[in-house]
């Protein structure tokens, strides 16, 4: 079964940069409902049809002509218009057929023709009601030019002119205000300062009448907390910089072993100012006035500085054998773990010789001392935050891997941000979806990366091992260049892509902080796989018109209710296979709320891949044979949950240092000795209702070297595991 496949997050974000309304509607004429429209109408149109050239529109802006392909009937020419225009989006329908699609309002620059058709829809000539509703409308819908030129018309009463001109003002001020405040947290701080005085100018006239005084005052109070804040942080940022300044000035020229270390440590400097023990760092700067430093000054400087920023969350200043100790074992721990096979022995027992470094130290050294590449250069006429297109590596059986990302505008190398993961639709590219996540993944300061998938062009998701390893080998690659935070990866996808997220998702459900599927659903194996969304919190997003993607959502909330495993599910009533962008800034705002725990007390899932599945702390090791198979991703079934066929294994960490474990399908176990989680020593395992016997050397396998060679075995520097067990299941 192939899916039908908007491709409209692409085409509306290009939309909204090109600044052309009729692209905009281009966008909506591939968002059009899974079923097929009823045999009364003139046109049966095959979802999705292929444009065949750009729209015309009509020189009074009441529709345009559009020429696209339909797989049923050929050639045509459609006639679309805006059909109705609400508080929050606006309607286009085609001529001759009951195909609709619902976008959210576009932006000020992109509004005149949805205007046009409000005042249509209001009736022309406009009387003093009406031209007031326009102005009303234009007001909360954020079109802010048009409203002031509307409330310059002769029809508007005095009165209700000035009402009317209180709120104008009071939505400008209140939309540079927000701006402000978003340019504000990603350390724009001149444009924001620009912008708030702006809202100042705005919130000094007070209102008429004054039923608005307070939201007034309110504007005004915000308006004057965040100028506080503001020039505190302007005045921390400019001490910062001073001091880096007069850092480097003093270092310049050095030679030898320091050199190197300098080279290594400046770069953490270089970035805003860190917000680990961020006070503490403030009263330092403010104490020390100290305009120039001589050599040793500057170098210890380098060093405090640089531990507080890469360290201060996770370290005091008195938890390392010293500085110097403690930066020559970062290095030596990062030499060990990105070592080849052939030098990584003499690295590890470098490691292993050092001393006064606590395991506490050891665990920080791991998760922060990685150094990562500074981003990649732009190119003529690029932003410095791209989009960068970058080829990651690729063995001789595997497809290419080709993505794009994207860095907000604070991006450094020694600040671990979050990552988004887009994948784009059959008919979509890896640049669509990159636009479309992009401005609110962004304005959040997090990366975003759209994989390009060559493998579902034309044929939609399969689900097979090449489409999925194409997913985590962007998100190794991504790991691999950019300061990532491991525990905030973020997989979305629209169409097909949302097809690749429940797939990927459900079969590796501990590489990800969350997942979104936007008119997709669980198929094939994934479906299957539904206990698993214990360890992936889930967002799912469709319409009643796409009936094959909502008649599945709809089965998995109902197992998901028996299960008692919690997600969220929105379902747009009379809408079809479409993007529902009006619902990102939602996601955006729930998705920031997530983070993969380090350890979880409690592991449930299933699989049919026992050689390889391991998630958080338990590992399946072998199956026992059975005759019912799991279904392959290439079988597109229904749902149909038999878990019968599969492995289980559910684990629960108790107090007083009990695991409780429960397997099925399985004939071994292994467990991971979380840091944090349990007591490596002498834990008191309980496996299928038995007390399993430990190993009578357990205790001596859970070392700082297994920590180390668990770290490099699976890549994942944010879990930490102190040594495994493994356990026959019994009989």
């Known amino acids: 079964m192939r899916h039908p496949d908007p491709c409209a997050g692409a085409a509306l974000a290009r939309a909204f940069q090109a600044g052309a309304l009729a692209v905009l509607a281009a966008a909506a004429g591939v968002l059009a409902a899974a079923e097929p429209p009823p045999a009364s109408n003139l046109k049966h149109l095959t979802v999705p049809f292929k444009p065949l050239s750009a729209p015309v529109w009509a020189p009074d802006g009441s529709h345009y002509t559009w020429e696209v392909e339909d797989a049923a009937l050929g050639r045509l020419t459609l006639t679309v218009r805006i059909a109705r225009v609400g508080e929050a989006t606006f309607t286009v329908a085609a001529d001759g057929t009951d195909w609709e699609a619902a976008f959210p309002l576009p932006p000020e620059t992109h509004a005149g023709a949805v205007l046009r058709a409000k005042k249509k829809e209001l009736g022309e000539p406009l009387n003093a009601k009406t031209a007031e509703a326009l102005v009303r409308f234009c007001i909360a819908a954020g079109y802010l030019r048009y409203a002031e030129a509307e409330l310059a018309g002769p029809d508007i009463p005095e009165a209700a002119r000035k009402q009317l001109a209180a709120q104008l003002r009071q939505k400008r001020a209140r939309s540079a205000l927000e701006a402000a405040r978003e340019l504000a947290c990603t350390g724009q701080f001149e444009e924001a300062g620009r912008l708030l005085a702006e809202a100042a100018a705005l919130a000094a006239e007070p209102p008429e009448p004054a039923a608005d005084a307070e939201r007034w005052k309110t504007l005004v109070k915000e308006s004057e907390e965040l100028q506080v804040q503001l020039s505190a942080e302007v005045q921390a940022r400019r001490a910062w910089q001073e001091r880096v300044q007069a850092i480097r000035a003093a270092l310049e020229g050095a030679q030898g072993a320091e050199s190197a270390l300098i080279e290594r440590l400046l770069p953490d400097l270089e970035g805003p100012l860190p917000g680990a023990r961020r006070r503490a760092i403030l009263e330092r700067l403010h104490a020390d006035q100290r305009a120039r430093l001589n050599y040793s000054q500057a170098l210890d400087a380098l060093k405090e500085l640089s531990f507080a920023v890469r360290y201060g969350e996770e370290l005091r200043g008195d938890e390392h054998p010293g500085l110097d100790a403690f930066f020559a074992a970062e290095s030596l721990v990062n030499v060990y773990l990105e070592a080849p096979a052939v030098t990584a022995s003499a690295a590890l027992e470098k490691v292993l010789a050092l001393r006064g470094l606590s395991d506490q130290a050891l665990a920080a050294l791991i998760r922060r001392g990685r150094r990562v590449p500074p981003p990649p250069a732009p190119a003529g006429g690029q932003l410095p935050q791209g989009p960068f297109a970058l080829r990651g590596p690729t063995a001789d059986h595997e497809v290419a891997l080709d993505y794009l990302v994207m860095l907000p505008t604070d991006y450094h190398p020694s600040r671990n941000r979050p990552l988004l993961i887009a994948l784009h639709g059959t008919q979509a590219d890896a640049k669509g979806a990159l636009q479309f996540w992009a401005p609110e993944a962004l304005k959040r300061g997090w990366l975003v990366a759209a994989p390009e998938c060559p493998i579902g062009k034309g044929r939609g998701y399969l689900g097979t091992p090449e489409e999925r390893a194409l997913v985590l080998r962007a998100l190794d690659d991504c790991l691999r260049r950019f300061a990532v935070d491991a525990n905030r ?243």
């Open 489 to 731: 990866v973020y997989l979305t996808g629209h169409s097909m892509g949302a097809y690749a997220v429940w797939d990927v998702a459900l079969t590796y459900p501990d590489r990800f902080a969350a997942a979104v599927a936007i008119a997709g659903c669980a198929n094939g194996i994934s479906a299957n796989y539904l206990p698993n969304l214990l360890q992936v919190p889930f967002y799912a997003v469709g319409g009643t018109k796409d009936e094959a993607v909502t008649k599945v959502n709809r089965l998995v909330r109902e197992e998901l209710a028996k299960l008692k495993l919690p997600w969220t599910y929105a379902e747009f009533f009379g809408r079809g296979h479409e993007t529902f962008a009006e619902e990102i800034p939602k996601i955006c705002a729930w998705l920031d709320g997530q983070a993969r725990p380090r350890a979880p007390a409690r592991v449930d899932f299933v699989s049919g891949d026992v050689e390889t599945s391991r998630v958080q702390w338990l590992s399946m090791l072998s199956a026992e044979p059975h005759r019912d198979t799991p279904a392959t991703g290439s079988d597109r079934l229904p749902l149909a949950i038999r878990l019968g066929g599969l492995a289980r294994l559910t684990g629960v960490a108790k107090p007083g240092n009990v695991v409780e474990i429960q397997a099925r399908n399985l004939r071994g176990v292994r467990i991971w000795l979380a840091e944090g989680l349990f007591d490596p020593v002498r834990p008191q395992v309980s496996l299928n209702g038995k007390l399993a016997n430990l190993p009578a050397d357990a205790a001596a396998s859970f070392s700082r070297k297994r920590l180390l060679e668990l770290v490099r075995q699976t890549g994942d520097r944010e879990r930490l595991y102190w040594g495994t067990l493994d356990l026959p299941v019994p009989k």
